[in-house]
Structures are given as structure tokens and as C-alpha cells.
């Protein structure tokens, strides 16, 4: 067995001790551990990791599903070394050990197994190293010319365009009508597809995360930005869409396809979870809710509330440990899977507690990742999330329909997926039909 010293990260190196009593733990040593559920289904997410921190320590070994184990790194300082490449880890998953020791009924069937399944091709969220650079290129620059003042009136409009869809009924089922369908039409606009196309795309992406037919959904993905190659903007340039389809970096069209179907199927997971979390707390506290209506200096403080709080990404995506290595008093092995819990950066005494760790602000939530896989384009999320909450509460004062504790959160161990916000409010009329006309 290898050891790995980590500047500024107790616990790691030394030797492994010959007395039994001493041994570190491994992560198939114990007989029960915390299941991954109890953390996705958790009203009080904090409470469990501060549980967890308790009894295990800063990584706790928790299951994923019968015979598939994983690491939680809820230790704000540790999540940061890891994701900028300090330990020897991996996002290739396809190196995870659980493959071996996990029945095929269980594979990508299983919603929680999912984000560990392998990929058939370098994928820009799978790689690491050049590969990874050059496959995060062209996102990199095709979001960096997507204009601000065009995402703002844009999300404005067809957030409008879904409120006039129930704002009649005086009833809605918020996540189904207006945060799940919100990033797919907001997105697609600036990404340059039409609404048919926008449609297409993310029903591919969806097939591909849910692992169905992910072959089908690159080549249906790769034949639409066939299309997209010549589209032009109305003054004439390219469309962010475009400009991925013929991007030098891209070795096929495969790829491009692949980085968008990466793109929309995370970035849209993102947008959806942020926004409910954000309408949920907005429902539940009313001094939150107060924040949120205060402009948008309170919006943004707010939303950031809601990535320290009720972070919206439980985990960032996987990794792999590629070699063993020491952390405190457990041994990760090769092959093991490491989860990152941004989402309990909120409840770690180290940075949240009476003395807080320097670094504790206001954008150090780590929700939008850390290192090369961080997100990247954070401020456009921010604009859309907000413009889409602000949009709904200047039309409707809703309340919420059901008792609190029994709404659920879905099975996926990255985000903080709300199945359902059933609310009430008093009957609107439609809106005009001049939404474009919004400027933010």
C-alpha cells in the first residue's frame, strides 16, 4: 500500500499499525452503515451530517444500495483538496470497485447508482487531465459569449409564458409545471434551438442520465447539431449551439454531442433543484421569504442562504480512488468512491461554528464545485434561478398545499430534487403578451 501526505489535511500519511486493535477502518469492515437514503429523503439535512460527523468522524462510510459502498467527505477543507486533485482520485468511474460486487439488475437501472455507471466515451465530466481540458474548452467559451441582458429577458419570458399555463386555476403543482420545465425552455433558448429542438435535446439528455438508450440519445443529439452548425444568430453570429458543433476541440461529432448532452442534463438538474429549494424555503419561513422579496440585493443574499442552507447539490460527482491512501483513521482503497457533500458545508463546525474558518463568505458554499470540474458558468445559474423566483412571486403570492413533512425529495445522492410543491394562491389574469419587452 501507497501513502499520500496532504499539505494542511490532518490525518493523512504514516504508517498503518501491526496492532489489530489499531487497524484502520475499511470501507466493508462494518456490519450496518448509514444508507444513502436517509440522507436524500432527510427534512434536516444538517442534522444527519452532523450525525454522521459524530460517529464516523469527517468521512463516514455510507451504502448506496445492498452491497455497494461509498465514502461521504462532509469536511469543508478536505471536499476542497479532494476536488482540486490533492488526493489521488479519479471522475473516471469506471475504476469504481462496486461495478464487481453490484448485481446487473441493480446497474443503471438504479437511480442512485446512476452517477457511478461508466461512460462508453471520454465525457468532460469523466476525465481528467488534457482530456478533460480540451473537451471543457468549448463549453468554456460558448457559455462566455452567451449575453447576460438576453439570459435575463429570456428566462422572464418563458417563465411568464408557464405561469400563464395555471395562473388562472388558482392551483399548481409547482415542481411539475414550472420548476421542471423552466431550464429546458430557458436553456434551449440561449443555446440557440427552437423550442422543437430544445424539446428533442433534453429528452435525449434525460434517456441518457436515467441510463436508457444512451447511444440513441448521441446520435439523435449528434443528427440536431448537424442542423445547428450553420444556425446564425439575428445579428448575424453564430449560436452558442453552433459554435459547440463545429468546435475544433471536438474530435466528432459524438463528442459535441456528448458535451452538450453533458451541459443541459447538469446544468438543468442544477437550475431545477436551486429553484425549488429557493420556492421552498420561500413557503416554509417567513423570514426567508421576506429576504427573497426584498430586490435584488435580498434575492441574491438569499440565494445564497439557500446554497449554505438547503444546498440544492448534495454531492459533487463522483470519484474514484485510484490508489490507497491513509485519512485519519480510515484506509480508502483503490477503487472505493468518494462523495464530496457540498450540501454539508453548512453544518461543518469548522467553518460554521462560533470561531468560522476564514474563507466562509458568502460564495464559499461550494455548491458550484471547486478545481477543473467546477461549474462553469455560475453567474448565468444565479440569473436564471433568480429572474425565474422573482417572475413568480411579482405574478402570485402562493401558498404552500400540503403539511411540509410530507413533501419528498427524489433518490439522487447529487442533487436535492423536490418531487412535488403542490401550492395554492388566488386566481390571476394572464399576463400581457409583451413578455419580451422585459428588461432586467
Same mark, same amino acid.
Given at each position: 500500500? =501507497?501513502?499520500?501526505?496532504?499539505?494542511?489535511?490532518?490525518?493523512?500519511?504514516?504508517?498503518?499499525?501491526?496492532?489489530?486493535?489499531?487497524?484502520?477502518?475499511?470501507?466493508?469492515?462494518?456490519?450496518?452503515?448509514?444508507?444513502?437514503?436517509?440522507?436524500?429523503? &432527510?427534512?434536516?439535512?444538517?442534522?444527519?451530517?452532523?450525525?454522521?460527523?459524530?460517529? !464516523? @468522524?469527517?468521512?463516514? +462510510?455510507? *451504502?448506496?444500495?445492498?452491497?455497494?459502498?461509498?465514502?461521504?467527505?462532509? *469536511?469543508?477543507?478536505?471536499?476542497?483538496?479532494?476536488?482540486?486533485?490533492?488526493?489521488?482520485?479519479?471522475?473516471?468511474?469506471?475504476? !469504481?470497485?462496486?461495478?464487481?460486487?453490484?448485481?446487473?439488475?441493480?446497474? &443503471?437501472? =438504479?437511480?442512485?447508482?446512476?452517477?457511478?455507471?461508466?461512460?462508453?466515451?471520454?465525457?468532460? *465530466?469523466?476525465? %481528467?487531465?488534457?482530456?478533460?481540458?480540451?473537451?471543457?474548452?468549448? $463549453?468554456? *467559451?460558448?457559455?462566455?459569449?452567451?449575453?447576460?441582458?438576453?439570459?435575463?429577458?429570456?428566462?422572464?419570458?418563458?417563465?411568464?409564458?408557464?405561469?400563464?399555463?395555471?395562473?388562472?386555476?388558482?392551483?399548481?403543482?409547482?415542481?411539475?409545471?414550472?420548476?421542471?420545465?423552466?431550464?429546458?425552455?430557458?436553456?434551449?433558448?440561449?443555446?440557440? /434551438? %427552437?423550442?422543437?429542438?430544445?424539446?428533442?435535446?433534453?429528452?435525449?439528455?434525460?434517456?441518457?442520465?436515467?441510463?436508457?438508450?444512451?447511444? =440513441?440519445?448521441?446520435?439523435?443529439? &449528434? /443528427?440536431?447539431? &448537424?442542423? #445547428?452548425?450553420?444556425?446564425?444568430?439575428?445579428?448575424?453570429?453564430?449560436? +452558442?449551439?453552433?459554435?459547440?458543433?463545429?468546435?475544433?476541440?471536438?474530435?466528432?461529432?459524438?463528442?459535441?454531442?456528448?458535451?452538450?448532452?453533458?451541459?443541459?442534463?447538469?446544468?438543468?438538474? @442544477?437550475?431545477?433543484? !436551486?429553484?425549488? #429549494?429557493?420556492?421552498?424555503?420561500?413557503?416554509?419561513?417567513?423570514?426567508?421569504?421576506?429576504?427573497?422579496?426584498?430586490?435584488?440585493?435580498?434575492?441574491?443574499?438569499?440565494?445564497?442562504?439557500?446554497? !449554505?442552507?438547503?444546498?440544492?447539490?448534495?454531492?459533487?460527482?463522483?470519484?474514484?480512488?485510484?490508489?490507497? /491512501?491513509?485519512?485519519?483513521?480510515?484506509?480508502?482503497?483503490?477503487? %472505493?468512491?468518494?462523495?464530496?457533500?457540498?450540501?454539508?458545508?453548512?453544518?461543518?463546525?469548522?467553518?460554521?461554528?462560533?470561531? +468560522?474558518?476564514?474563507?466562509? @463568505?458568502?460564495?464559499?458554499?461550494?455548491?458550484?464545485?471547486?478545481?477543473?470540474?467546477?461549474?462553469?458558468?455560475?453567474?448565468?445559474?444565479?440569473?436564471?434561478?433568480?429572474?425565474?423566483?422573482?417572475?413568480?412571486?411579482?405574478?402570485?403570492?402562493?401558498?404552500?398545499?400540503?403539511?411540509?413533512?410530507? $413533501?419528498?425529495?427524489?433518490?439522487?445522492?447529487?442533487?436535492?430534487?423536490?418531487?412535488?410543491?403542490?401550492?395554492?394562491?388566488?386566481?390571476? +389574469?394572464?399576463?400581457?403578451?409583451?413578455?419580451?419587452?422585459?428588461?432586467?
Amino acid at each position: 500500500m =501507497s501513502s499520500t501526505t496532504i499539505d494542511g489535511i490532518a490525518g493523512i500519511g504514516g504508517a498503518i499499525s501491526g496492532d489489530p486493535a489499531h487497524r484502520p477502518l475499511k470501507l466493508d469492515d462494518p456490519a450496518t452503515v448509514p444508507t444513502i437514503t436517509e440522507l436524500t429523503a &432527510s427534512h434536516d439535512a444538517g442534522a444527519l451530517h452532523a450525525r454522521l460527523r459524530e460517529e !464516523w @468522524g469527517d468521512v463516514a +462510510p455510507v *451504502e448506496l444500495e445492498p452491497g455497494a459502498r461509498a465514502w461521504l467527505v462532509t *469536511e469543508y477543507r478536505t471536499i476542497v483538496a479532494m476536488a482540486r486533485g490533492q488526493f489521488p482520485l479519479t471522475t473516471a468511474t469506471g475504476t !469504481w470497485g462496486g461495478h464487481e460486487r453490484t448485481a446487473p439488475s441493480a446497474g &443503471s437501472d =438504479s437511480p442512485v447508482l446512476r452517477p457511478l455507471a461508466p461512460s462508453a466515451r471520454p465525457t468532460v *465530466e469523466q476525465t %481528467d487531465g488534457s482530456t478533460h481540458d480540451r473537451l471543457r474548452t468549448p $463549453l468554456d *467559451e460558448a457559455l462566455g459569449l452567451i449575453d447576460d441582458v438576453e439570459v435575463a429577458r429570456t428566462t422572464r419570458a418563458r417563465c411568464e409564458e408557464l405561469i400563464d399555463g395555471f395562473a388562472a386555476t388558482g392551483v399548481a403543482d409547482l415542481v411539475r409545471e414550472y420548476v421542471a420545465p423552466m431550464p429546458h425552455l430557458t436553456l434551449g433558448a440561449v443555446l440557440g /434551438f %427552437d423550442a422543437a429542438t430544445a424539446q428533442q435535446v433534453f429528452e435525449a439528455a434525460t434517456r441518457r442520465t436515467a441510463g436508457r438508450q444512451a447511444a =440513441s440519445a448521441v446520435h439523435e443529439v &449528434s /443528427f440536431l447539431l &448537424s442542423g #445547428q452548425a450553420a444556425a446564425r444568430r439575428p445579428d448575424g453570429g453564430p449560436t +452558442p449551439a453552433g459554435r459547440l458543433a463545429r468546435h475544433a476541440a471536438y474530435q466528432s461529432t459524438a463528442e459535441a454531442a456528448d458535451g452538450v448532452l453533458s451541459l443541459t442534463a447538469t446544468a438543468a438538474l @442544477g437550475l431545477q433543484a !436551486w429553484l425549488a #429549494q429557493t420556492l421552498y424555503l420561500s413557503l416554509t419561513d417567513e423570514r426567508f421569504a421576506r429576504r427573497l422579496a426584498g430586490g435584488r440585493l435580498g434575492t441574491d443574499e438569499a440565494l445564497d442562504e439557500v446554497l !449554505w442552507t438547503a444546498s440544492p447539490v448534495s454531492t459533487l460527482a463522483p470519484r474514484i480512488a485510484v490508489e490507497d /491512501f491513509l485519512y485519519d483513521d480510515k484506509l480508502v482503497q483503490a477503487g %472505493d468512491a468518494m462523495l464530496l457533500a457540498v450540501g454539508a458545508v453548512g453544518s461543518d463546525p469548522s467553518i460554521r461554528g462560533d470561531g +468560522p474558518w476564514d474563507g466562509s @463568505g458568502g460564495s464559499a458554499h461550494l455548491a458550484f464545485g471547486v478545481g477543473a470540474h467546477a461549474c462553469p458558468a455560475p453567474h448565468l445559474s444565479r440569473l436564471i434561478v433568480r429572474t425565474a423566483a422573482e417572475t413568480l412571486h411579482r405574478r402570485l403570492t402562493p401558498a404552500l398545499a400540503a403539511r411540509a413533512e410530507d $413533501l419528498r425529495w427524489a433518490p439522487d445522492f447529487r442533487f436535492r430534487l423536490l418531487e412535488a410543491l403542490p401550492v395554492v394562491f388566488r386566481p390571476e +389574469p394572464l399576463s400581457t403578451p409583451e413578455h419580451e419587452s422585459f428588461v432586467p
